[in-house]
């Protein structure tokens, strides 16, 4: 069984940056997918970005290309989602999940087996 806690949300100025953590607990090897999803009010959930636990591939959604990028510390079993050049449409909340033994970086949400509660993202304008 696998937890994920994410943290890192907040507020923030069109512009800034911040960095969402995802501290995961059990038993997470080098097969795992991880991803960062992010949902805004009345709308679906969406992939932002992806990784595979080994770090060997990445994989973000083109809004996000340049702006955003995934890394993990396997001595802190963490994966952070570092977020510049924030935008008022970046607001969301953000989810982290795991894929057991995942092929490819999985974009749909149901094909990941664990989530985080989720932290709010606000950009203001």
């Known amino acids: 069984q696998v937890q994920l806690a994410e943290s890192g949300g907040g507020l923030v100025q069109a512009g800034g940056s911040l960095r969402l953590s995802c501290k995961a607990s059990g038993n997470i090897f080098g097969s795992y997918v991880m991803g960062w999803f992010r949902q805004a009010p009345g709308k679906e959930r969406n992939f932002v970005a992806g990784?595979?636990?080994?770090?060997?591939?990445?994989y973000y959604t083109d809004s996000v290309k340049g702006r955003f990028t995934i890394s993990r510390d396997n001595s802190k079993d963490t994966v952070y989602l570092q977020m510049n050049s924030l935008k008022p449409e970046d607001t969301a909340v953000y989810y982290c999940?795991?894929?057991?033994?995942?092929?490819?970086?999985?974009?749909?949400?149901?094909?990941?087996?664990?989530w985080g509660q989720g932290t709010q993202v606000t950009v203001s304008s």
């Open positions: 990784m595979r636990w080994s770090g060997a591939t990445t």
């Open positions: 999940a795991a894929l057991r033994n995942g092929v490819g970086i999985e974009t749909h949400t149901f094909a990941y087996e664990y």
